[in-house]
């Protein structure tokens, strides 16, 4: 590609999606690695789809040479490769590198099928990216750059990518806060020693071992996570504690420890040590476990330190759930890990997998009785993630279970209505049944009292927890009646149609259910008094950090193939429309966008038949849920406990709501705004976004009149 004279040569922009009051460790090593070697690299968040344009324009304005992009997860690929396509169609010449999780393991066809990219670096990408920009700077052979993929293959084999970071990632001018108290983000080590056939990790460590051979010389073990020495994790917590006067800290490795409770305790007590040798004081910490290394001893270590919340992965509350997803332990013992935790104040979260491959629905059933177990700690009910690479990805497509592609890539379970529930528990999810949907949610809520009462802050009282914990108990209380009801919407007789409009309506209930917790809540943070920031005083919940997605929602239109009664459409279904008339609605005036190679639109069903039901009877659909729960187990609610008509409202959440589209061939066509179903997207920014989805399918839709959403995925 020959150079542009425009170009600065020191300039880089890393480009993440870094919500507020976060940070990204992995674009900030890769900053600090390229600030170290000279070059001059700016962080641009890109946290919604609306952003696109903006991101753009600031990105030309700094005429960088080199633009790198974090593709981390199946989540933020749509909007990162919309960001590529955008920038290319604006004049931008110069180099496009990928890295992240997601970019690692689906490299070969990212490059083939994105041209805006040129390259995809693997792994940890600090020193591989620093190594691009002096090469793109002194025009060599790209080929020659350790850890870096082109489109003629991976390049040679990258050795740091098997040795913990000698670097310290580059912090923002101002550390973000948690009601006042400053925080950073740091990590421990890279990977983790578990073999989960589902998680992306363990594709990126067999991934990482094919590095390893290639390098053809000894190289460490791969039988543990790689991990920095203590005493240099020591030394940077103490620099941020004495510099920038940090005192929380939030430790983002997938699985620090390991199983083995003897090594935790060792660490931890080594950690212990080199702190106190530092004169680092108190200080509040999270972190991620498995529950087989939380003895008592290792819960007494984890006290002593300040560990105020930690997110225990078992994913499971039934033994065949459990030997289902391949995990170790016994749910008896998982259990005890969470009141070894609780009996210390120490916060447990917990993340429950309800349905299985190869399960069905009386699983389901075990799995949400079984949650009335830990209501007193802060749980959430996902989906399975699908990630490209893994052995539950080739398992469920030797099943016939695995669909669509890219960001489509998705389970479909065999049993109907399995099926069913999937789309009931992802409605719900982006409803607000999720706690990353809600603002303030109780994960971060906990953590921030219990911070504030371990470093004394006004009215963060023992009182105060405790009321916050019978808040947090009636709150789960309430999500278990919501998913039950979802389990029994999935077993009824309803028809497709019938089905999709009582889980809308399901959904609005619950966003009434729901939102006077979020009122409570956020009175109870409120009546604490923050460290002042900025030189004023911050008493709002609403605005606590969160390093979880705190942005856009993806949804996926979508409809059952025929093999499913979900696919199963009457004679009398509502007609189809062309997506050009809501194009209509943009008050807008763009060029006619670029259809060639897109498939006929003309199949294509608008968002109101089911996720927009019409309001202007809204009985009708609350009759429909009522019909639906009544006819499984007698379970709906009685009429003076059922919400007035006149009170199903949206959710309270402030996160922005898109949906996407798609065509009878699987294909994205339009992203729109919700409820409002208007453009989100115009002119080249929705080109661009429709290019960066142009090779994902929904396959499922082939030949297919679309009925209802099946697939939602959080953006």
Known sequence: MPRNPAIAERGVILVAHEPPGTEHLGIRLVASALAETGFEPRILPLLSPTALASAVVETLAASPMLVGLSISDPMIAPMMLAYAHLLRSEGYRGHIVAGGALATLDRASLLAEHRAIDSVVRHNGEFPVAELARALRAGRDLGTVPGLTTR?????????????????????????????????????????????????????RRDLACEQRRLGEAQPSLHGSIRRSIDDVADEVADLYHRRSVRIGHFVDDNLFGPDPAAALAWLAELERALATRRVGHMAWRLMMEPRAISDEVADALARLGFLSVLVGFESLTSRGL?????????????????????????????????????????????????????????????????????LASDLAARGELDGQGAGLTWRPAEPASERFLFALQRLRVGGLAWLMRAPNFIEADFALRAGHRFGLVGATSACLEREAALLAAAQRARRHILAQALELALSPLSPGEFGQAVETLAQRMAGELAPFDEQLATLVD?????????????????????????????????????????????????????????????????????????????????????????????????????????????????????PCDQLVPSSSDNSRYAVVVDSDGRAVELVHLPDNTPALTGSARQAWLDAMSSTRWSCLAGQTVTFSCVMLLY
């Not at 700690?377 to 399975?384: Q, Y």
């Not at 025929?562 to 609605?585: F, I, K, N, Y």
Request: glycine residues 8%; hydrophobic residues 40%; negative net charge.
């Open 323 to 391: 030997a289902s997803l391949g995990r170790p332990g016994s749910v008896a013992a998982n259990l005890a890990a969470l009141d070894r935790l609780a009996a210390r104040g120490i916060a447990p979260v917990i993340n429950v997998l309800t349905l299985h491959p190869g399960g069905s629905l009386d699983d389901t059933r075990a799995e949400l009785a079984a949650l009335d177990q830990i209501d007193r700690f802060a749980w959430d009910v996902l989906p399975l993630t699908v990630w490209p690479g893994t052995e």
């Open 527 to 643: 009546e604490v008094e923050w460290l002042p920031a900025s030189g004023r005083a911050i008493s709002s919940a609403r605005v606590l950090p969160s390093r979880w997605l705190a942005g856009a929602i993806f949804v996926a239109m979508a409809a059952g193939c025929d093999r499913s009664p979900l696919g199963q459409h009457e004679p009398d279904a509502a007609p189809v429309a062309d997506v050009a008339t809501m194009s209509d609605q943009s008050t807008v005036k763009d060029a006619p966008p670029d259809r060639s190679g897109m498939p006929d639109q003309t199949n294509v069903i608008l968002l109101p038949d089911v996720l927009a039901p019409d309001l202007s009877d809204p009985c009708t659909a609350n009759k429909l849920g009522t019909a639906a729960l009544s006819a499984s187990d007698g379970s709906a609610p009685t009429p003076d406990a059922m919400l």
């Open 152 to 204: 003629a293959g991976d390049g040679p084999a990258h050795p740091q990518a098997l040795a913990p970071t000698r670097l310290r990632p580059l912090r923002p001018s101002q550390q973000p806060t948690v009601m006042g108290l400053p925080k950073a983000e740091l990590t421990a080590s890279r990977g983790c020693a578990g073999q989960c056939a589902y998680c992306g990790v363990s594709a990126l």
